[in-house]
């Protein structure tokens, strides 16, 4: 039985949400009564905890049950508290505390909310994305009122940084208010219309009031039109929310041109989003989530003259609308009012006033996707795949506006090979790798970096693969081979510096994506892994297999040959600087012939290296020493020569040249004349570059969780001693190295500072280096360095 991964990517921007209440839809002016407090502890979750005790049941405010507060197993930025607080309510505030009487609290932290407990958003305060402020201690209360306030049945909270001396602990509560909601579902092949009042005077103002989450990126939310072609509709089209006014005469001639408006930016991202029209003579104010739109219509307002039916979720009367897409809207709209009037209410009633069509409902599904959102270039998602099986199979949804990224790896079993799916210029490019063939590539599709959803289907077995990007199918055969599935799928970036990296992680040998110059400004590029005694990084050029050469006169050229790699000089140039070690091997053959170089001694054949330098120099010997791999280690054919191919014999030999000058390489270029012979022969194959090591591993530590440590003996120093090293990192704070003594003592420790500075909205990011001595427990001394001399008097 073959198996089928099946994953849906979803990348969304997180917009924030503003709520318009029209007049009969308001919650209570006090709606700040606490949430948290009365639910069960089943109500709270987390990724972990520290023990039964540090559960996430003992985490409401002011509570000293259990160990007084919840504390993850390991304290990193991967760790979650969530509350389920039973149905939608109006979330106005929120507090936190850490631990009781502990040292453990959280300093800042990120608050996401969802309808559903799968589809999450996180709440921006002032459209910062940074986090909330946390705690300073473990028991005082620090409060954050939401403005705006947002509706949501499920919070979670994400702790960003905490008491370096202590652990993550947290304790919350959330208050806000019951929320009504009328909700109405539209499965993309239904409409409502709403019949107005007659009544003799037109009202002064048309207010259109609605909330509305989309399953799909195109679909009419609302339409209204007239008598001589004048119409107001509401449109998503491609995730954008666009406004069409004409309030023209369509049977007349007319200078005024039609009005369209557009706001917002990946609206079907299965959120809720607000929208709020007001039309006052020519006067037309759109507002979706907290950006307005104002302006003024051409014309006087008798020109738009409109009939006394409005439809939502499609145009309901076929053959009197416009030029539209005509797709109705998949999805639900929330507390839709117009000019007061609750027009879900009247619909759920079965008023007269309503007629619909098509399956509309009263009641809106949660998605049966899970979105993914990968936010930097290291981001992964690693998903179980039925190994063993005979066949690969994936089918997934993504959209971004990157040209170039990585989507889908997967490691075939027995190591039999692997494939990669990426993004490049906007194409899908798929590469199937089999032990013992060259790689095969497939392409589909273009301009897929367009932000709107695009949808992907990839199958290999035995003797094909294909690969289906919306309607494009691209199909390549193989081999017949028996591919077997891995048990792992990564789709995401899963970018590392270089092999070595990989196997740290304890990746198997494949095809990767390696980002050299981490995040620096060069791209990341796909290279073969080879996991051995050592990570090898392979990266094969587009140049011939074999190159043969036959005799010609002397001193012409036989051969000039020029390589191309698939990375760039800049990517190739970091990747070989980062490695311990490169080399490139040259397999040379010669019949009847002698490697070639004139009888004064002049080369007559050299290579040329990335940055166009020409050398003669072969193997691993120093420059211009002429000497091939067997004249270093001894053991030519003919000890009068340092190359085989110099023997001049009249039957085949061969040399294994290994070029292992590692500034100079990858070869780009190789070029070879002859000595005349009339008889010569030779053909030469270059291998790929080979670079293994990396040498931000050499003599270095990783600490990975809070605990993590290193123990060395006492730290002696007379009257001076060095203290020196290299660090990265990723989070802000943290001690480097500390020695205790029964007063005095010596600490090492990064501090971070981060400033928000006024639009357009620069983050400013302040380091320091802390080394604090302390010889008397009543003072001690700071010095700003990495590497210092410390002086003892």
């Keep these: 039985m073959a198996s089928v991964a099946w994953a849906v990517l979803k990348v969304l921007l997180l917009l924030p949400t503003q709520t318009w209440r029209p007049v009969g839809a308001g919650n209570p002016p006090d709606c700040d009564s606490p949430l948290a407090s009365a639910l069960p502890r089943s109500s709270f979750s987390s990724s972990s905890e520290l023990s039964s005790s540090h559960g996430p049941g003992f985490s409401r405010l002011n509570r000293r049950d259990g160990a007084g507060g919840w504390t993850p197993l390991v304290s990193n930025k991967y760790q979650w508290l969530q509350i389920d607080l039973g149905e939608r309510m109006e979330v106005t505030a ?85 929320y009504k909601s009328e909700v109405v579902y539209f499965d993309g092949q239904s409409a409502l219309l709403y019949t107005l009042d007659k009544k003799p005077l ?82 037309v104010n759109f507002t979706v989530d907290k950006h307005t739109h104002h302006f003024q219509a051409k014309g006087d307002s008798s020109n738009l003259d409109l009939n006394f039916e409005i439809s939502f979720g499609g145009i309901l009367t076929p053959g009197r609308s416009r030029a539209f897409t005509r797709k109705s809207f998949h999805g639900c709209l929330e507390n839709l009012y117009y000019n007061g009037v609750d027009v879900t209410e009247l619909a759920k009633k079965h008023k007269p006033q309503i007629l619909m069509m098509g399956n509309v409902s009263f009641s809106c599904p949660q998605p049966q996707t899970v979105p993914v959102t990968f936010l930097s270039s290291r981001s992964y998602l690693a998903l179980p795949g039925n190994s063993g099986e005979d066949k690969v199979s994936v089918t997934f949804q993504f959209r971004t506006w990157n040209r170039a990224g990585h989507l889908l790896f997967g490691e075939l079993q027995r190591g039999s090979g692997s494939f990669v799916l990426f993004l490049k210029d906007g194409k899908l490019k798929l590469s199937l790798f089999q032990a013992g063939q060259s790689p095969r590539n497939v392409t589909a599709g273009a301009g897929l970096n367009d932000g709107q959803w695009h949808s992907v289907s990839f199958s290999a077995k035995w003797s094909h693969m294909n690969v289906v990007v919306d309607d494009d199918t691209a199909v390549q055969p193989l081999v017949a081979v028996l591919i077997d599935s891995g048990d792992t799928y990564y789709f995401g970036a899963l970018y590392e510096q270089s092999c070595e990296a990989h196997k740290h992680r304890g ?131 003919d000890s009068q020569y340092y190359c085989n191919c110099d023997a001049g014999r009249n039957e085949w030999t061969s040399d294994t040249i290994v070029l292992s000058q590692k500034e100079h390489l990858p070869v780009t270029q190789i070029v070879m004349t002859d000595t005349g012979q009339p008889h010569s022969e030779a053909d030469y194959t270059l291998g790929p570059l080979l670079c293994r090591g990396d040498k931000s591993f050499w003599n270095s530590a990783s600490f990975n969780t809070e605990t993590s440590y290193l123990h060395f003996p006492a730290f002696h120093g007379e009257l001076t001693a060095d203290v020196c090293f290299f660090f990265k990192t990723t989070v802000s704070s943290g001690v480097f190295m500390e020695n205790l003594g029964i007063t005095d003592f010596i600490r090492i420790e990064l501090r971070g500072y981060r400033f928000i500075l006024p639009p357009p909205q620069l983050t400013v990011l302040f380091f320091c280096i802390a080394v604090i001595i302390s010889f008397h427990p009543e003072r001690a001394f700071m010095f700003s360095c990495v590497c210092t001399r410390l002086n003892f008097l």
């Design 507 to 637: 990746n198997p040998s494949g095809l990767y994506y390696i980002d050299a110059d981490g995040s620096g400004p060069l791209g990341p590029f796909l290279v073969y892994c080879n996991m051995t005694d050592s990570a090898w990084t392979v990266v094969r050029h587009g140049g011939p297999d074999a190159v043969t050469l036959r005799g010609a006169p002397s001193g012409h050229p036989l051969s000039a040959v020029s390589f191309a790699y698939a990375a760039g000089a800049g990517q190739l140039r970091a990747a070989v600087n980062l490695a311990e070690r490169c080399e490139q091997r040259l397999a040379l053959r010669c019949g009847t012939a002698r490697r070639p170089d004139s009888r004064d001694g002049t080369p007559l054949s050299w290579w040329v290296g990335r940055t166009n330098e020409t050398h003669t120099s072969w193997g691993g010997s120093l420059p211009d020493a002429q000497k091939c791999t067997c004249g270093l280690e001894g053991n030519c054919i």
């Design 94 to 178: 929120v507090a936190t505390q850490g631990g009781y009487g502990s040292s453990d609290w959280v300093t800042s932290y990120l608050l996401m909310f969802s309808d559903g407990g799968r589809n999450w958003k996180q709440y921006r305060r002032e459209e910062s994305i940074w986090g909330f402020p946390g705690n300073t201690n473990a028991d005082s209360v620090v409060h954050y009122r939401l403005q705006p306030p947002f509706e949501a049945r499920f919070l979670r909270f994400l702790p960003l940084a905490w008491n370096p001396r202590g652990r993550i602990g947290m304790r919350i509560e959330v208050y806000g208010c019951a």
């Design 202 to 283: 037109k009202p002064i103002r048309d207010v259109i009031s609605l909330k509305f989450k989309a399953m799909q990126s195109n679909g009419i939310l609302l339409h209204r039109e007239g008598q001589h072609g004048n119409h107001i509709t509401l449109e998503l089209i491609k995730g954008k929310l666009v406004f069409f006014l004409n309030s023209g005469n369509a049977k007349l001639p007319s200078t005024i041109a039609p009005v369209t408006l557009t706001l917002g930016s990946l609206l079907d991202d299965q959120h809720w989003h607000s929208v709020l029209i007001e039309l006052l003579d020519t006067q």
